[in-house]
């Protein structure tokens, strides 16, 4: 690692002396997040609008039946349309709230478990990549990787379908950078990064995962 003034970001490349990319960094709650769940976001917009919009369809359909049976139909059909846009209205303006009570809670329970704020040596060079965090040490040869995946920006070393070693974006000082750290990669594994896959579908869509399934290349 190159010296660096204070103020700027510490460099990752290689040099002569020293054939790979070391770094020392903490993971984050967002770090987590790209790993465990199909997104960062925990309470996705459409979605969750849209499952509040069906709850206050049913409760419509039960509270109002008394003026169907009546046959106002068209009193019917006010109090239902009303009760949706109510429903789907009000869970839309508590997102925000919620969110950041989930990821509140989600945060305290990863301080908990020493996941977040604690360093990770981390190296990454022609022999594979090898991490150490809370003094033990993991290592993994380019062989034995299950997927390298690049996803905005940050790199995912898959060791298997459930667990990623990730370089976050941040580590990078610029694209070129990036671009060194991704073809270096190239030359020692003979695998390029393929697009997030198995980042994209979270820890219980890849637990869905046919177990036989072919390591992806």
């Known amino acids: 690692m190159s010296e660096s003034s204070p103020s700027s970001v510490p460099k990752i490349w290689p040099s002569p002396n020293r054939p790979g990319f070391r770094k020392t960094f903490a993971l984050e709650l967002d770090d987590h997040l790209d790993i465990q769940h199909a997104s960062r976001q925990l309470l996705p917009t459409g979605p969750t609008v849209g499952a509040a919009g069906i709850v206050a369809l049913f409760v419509a359909l039960i509270t109002n039946f008394d003026k169907w049976q009546a046959g106002d139909v068209g009193t019917f059909a006010i109090y239902v349309l009303a009760t949706i846009v109510a429903g789907a209205l009000g869970v839309f303006l508590l997102l925000g709230p919620i969110r950041r009570f989930l990821r509140s809670m989600y945060r305290r329970r990863l301080v908990k478990a020493e996941a977040?704020?604690?360093?990770?040596?981390?190296?990454?060079?022609?022999?594979?990549?090898?991490?150490?965090?809370l003094g033990q040490t993991?290592?993994?040869t380019w062989d034995s990787l299950?997927?390298?995946?690049?996803?905005?920006?940050?790199?995912?070393f898959w060791m298997s379908k459930m667990v990623s070693h990730p370089?976050?974006?941040?580590?990078?000082a610029s694209e070129e950078e990036r671009q060194v750290f991704r073809e270096s990669v190239l030359k020692w594994s003979g695998r390029s990064f393929s697009p997030p896959v198995l980042a994209r579908l979270g820890a219980r869509g890849r637990a869905n995962l046919p177990a036989n399934e072919t390591t992806p290349r």
């Open 116 to 133: 977040i704020g604690r360093p990770v040596e981390s190296t990454v060079d022609q022999s594979g990549i090898s991490y150490t965090v």
């Open 138 to 140: 993991v290592t993994c």
């Open 146 to 156: 299950y997927a390298l995946e690049e996803d905005a920006g940050t790199f995912h």
């Open 167 to 172: 370089w976050p974006a941040r580590l990078f």
